[in-house]
């Protein structure tokens, strides 16, 4: 399922590309972060991103949803399944939301009690993103504007 090469898209990507824009793009790639090979999958749908991300593994993990929300324009999320004692992956959700103005779905299998590790990882996939063009503009913030008197 992976790309046997660190860093590099799979050809699902491609193939995703080709079939004529139907509107779902999917994304593989693997990376050694920390001393750790990370698998990262990324599938963009119209208004939404699933990403997992495992380590060593294909299990599912923690899975997270999380989306921009009004009047304050604030991002809420949630744990679906897991996450209870152990909120690997929460914080990431809700930094992507921040990133893309998207909903964003997240399921994290990474090694847990490892901060530098999700940080990493969690620079990795932004890198990626916007790599992809996933991101949202500079210019436009989903957060509240903070004034400055």
């Known amino acids: 399922m992976f790309s046997p090469s660190f860093g590099k898209a799979s050809d699902l990507e491609a193939a995703s590309e080709a079939a004529g824009g139907c509107g779902v793009y999917v994304t593989t790639f693997t990376e050694l972060v920390d001393e750790v090979t990370l ?3 990324i599938i963009r749908l119209a208004k939404q991103i699933y990403v997992w991300i495992g380590s060593d593994s294909a299990k599912l993990g923690n899975l997270y949803a999380a989306a921009p929300t009004r ?33 964003i779905i ?24 916007i790599t992809l063009g996933y ?7 989903l957060g509240p504007a903070l004034s400055s008197s």
């Open 71 to 103: 009047p304050n324009n604030t991002v809420s999320v949630t744990s679906i399944l897991g996450g209870a004692s152990d909120n690997t992956g929460s914080g990431i959700a809700r930094r992507l939301v921040l990133k893309t103005g998207l909903n």
């Open 135 to 141: 991101s949202m503009p500079k210019s436009r913030p």
């Open 106 to 129: 997240l399921a994290c299998n990474i090694p847990k009690n490892n901060p530098m590790l999700e940080a990493n990882a969690e620079k990795k996939l932004i890198e990626k993103l």
């Open 39 to 41: 698998h990262f999958q």
